[in-house]
């Protein structure tokens, strides 16, 4: 990931990405409407979206990959794989009761989810 490459990032998420280098990423819903409004075609699958938010979680970038995360299950608010993403993420970020909430979210999406159970049981202490 090197700036000459655009950071290995889909066209899509170098929009995106240049967006919130400017606006912050904790603006990324904004960010992302305004994106939207101009190009209503532009989209990002929950895929791409989850994959940088792991990058930047890899490169120790918490709260910006904690954007992502959050941006990924608020476009995506049926899908388990973002809201256990999420869950994790909040265990990064020792918030166990944030990481509760979406590891229980996730299950609810998906009873077959096994480390969202598994998760949950651990923080429950059961």
């Known amino acids: 990931m090197k700036a000459e490459n655009g950071f290995g990032l889909s066209p899509g998420l170098k929009k995106l990405n240049a967006a919130l280098q400017g606006q912050g990423f904790e603006q990324a819903s904004s960010a ?3 994106l939207k409004k101009a ?3 532009f989209v990002l699958s929950e895929e791409e979206l989850n994959g940088w938010g792991y990058q930047l979680l890899a490169q ?3 709260k910006e990959a ?4 959050k941006l ?3 476009l995506y608010p049926k899908s388990a794989n973002a809201f256990d993403s999420l869950g994790e993420m909040y265990e990064v970020l020792e918030q ?8 229980k979210r996730s299950l609810v999406l998906n009873k077959e989810n096994k480390n969202a159970a598994g998760r949950i049981q ?3 202490g059961k």
């Not at 904690?66 to 995360?69: E, G, K, Q």
């Not at 166990?96 to 590891?103: E, F, I, Q, S, T």
């Open 32 to 34: 992302m409407a305004s």
């Open 39 to 41: 190009d209503p075609a």
């Open 60 to 62: 120790k970038r918490f």
């Open 66 to 69: 904690l954007s992502i995360f």
């Open 72 to 74: 990924n299950v608020g």
């Open 96 to 103: 166990p009761k944030d990481a509760l909430v979406n590891y």
């Open 122 to 124: 651990a923080l429950s």
